[in-house]
Antibody, heavy 128, light 110 residues
Framework: EVQLVESGGGLIQPGGSLRLSCAASGFTVSSNYMSWVRQAPGKGLEWVSVIYSGGSTYYADSVKGRFTISRDNSKNTLYLQMNSLRAEDTAVYYC??????????????????????WGRGTLVTVSS | SSELTQDPAVSVALGQTVRITCQGDSLRSYYASWYQQKPGQAPVLVIYGKNNRPSGIPDRFSGSSSGNTASLTITGAQAEDEADYYCNSRDSSGNHLGWVFGGGTKLTVL
């Protein structure tokens, strides 16, 4: 079965660190773009970070310098190392697989990126 | 970074058609994708690319785009379509390489 399963969430004090894991099955993490997306309680979705199949990584401004995305190809697992945690980092964290669809519109190539597979999420609560 | 703007809430009578819109500069360069999220559940992809539906998504869901606006249309809304809907696209602003979500639209089926 193709699925993603997150783990590692919990209650952590401000300034602390936490590492989230996302175990994949049914496909290869390293062959895909993989992202972390979070959702604060009662709020909308916020993209956090991506790791490309080639290994490049990018971050939202809100977490740059504090969070690190990585993967372990031997375990087919995605990670998010979160340091210097703040109250505003409290959220459900989802990992998601990405895909791309391309079409030509009036002779211009348009890309359509999408997240086609999501985990169930893991809750991170930053509070003293 | 870019922004995507959605109406916070929309309502539709059972069986009628509803359009949910998403506006943003990045939509001039990239197609939007659309996600349905029900309470306590992970988002589910419903539309991607020019107008593609993943396997298992009913054909009453469709997508379109024009200029800086993308739309998700539900033709013949059902009670089970009541949910939050989010648009998403690649962030095309400057050197920022990432993705951006709209604020979400809460759909109520009356």
């Amino acid at each position: 079965e193709v699925q993603l399963v997150e783990s590692g969430g919990g209650l952590i004090q401000p300034g602390g660190s936490l590492r989230l894991s996302c175990a994949a099955s049914g496909f290869t993490v390293s062959s895909n773009y993989m992202s972390w997306v979070r959702q604060a309680p009662g709020k909308g979705l916020e993209w956090v970070s991506v790791i490309y199949s080639g290994g490049s990584t990018y971050y939202a401004d809100s977490v740059k310098g504090r969070f690190t995305i990585s993967r372990d190809n031997s375990k087919n697992t995605l990670y998010l190392q979160m340091n210097s945690l703040r109250a505003e980092d409290t959220a459900v964290y989802y990992c998601a697989r990405e895909g791309i669809a391309v079409a030509v519109e009036q002779k211009v190539m348009m890309e359509g990126w999408y997240f086609d597979l999501w985990g169930r999420g893991t809750l991170v609560t930053v509070s003293s | 970074s870019s922004e995507l703007t959605q109406d916070p809430a929309v309502s539709v009578a059972l069986g009628q058609t509803v359009r949910i819109t998403c506006q943003g500069d990045s939509l001039r360069s990239y197609y939007a994708s659309w996600y349905q999220q029900k309470p306590g559940q992970a988002p589910v992809l419903v539309i991607y690319g020019k107008n593609n539906r993943p396997s298992g998504i009913p054909d009453r869901f469709s997508g379109s785009s024009s200029g800086n606006t993308a739309s998700l249309t539900i033709t013949g809304a059902q009670a089970e379509d009541e949910a939050d809907y989010y648009c998403n696209s690649r962030d095309s602003s400057g050197n920022h390489l990432g993705w951006v979500f709209g604020g979400g639209t809460k759909l109520t089926v009356l």
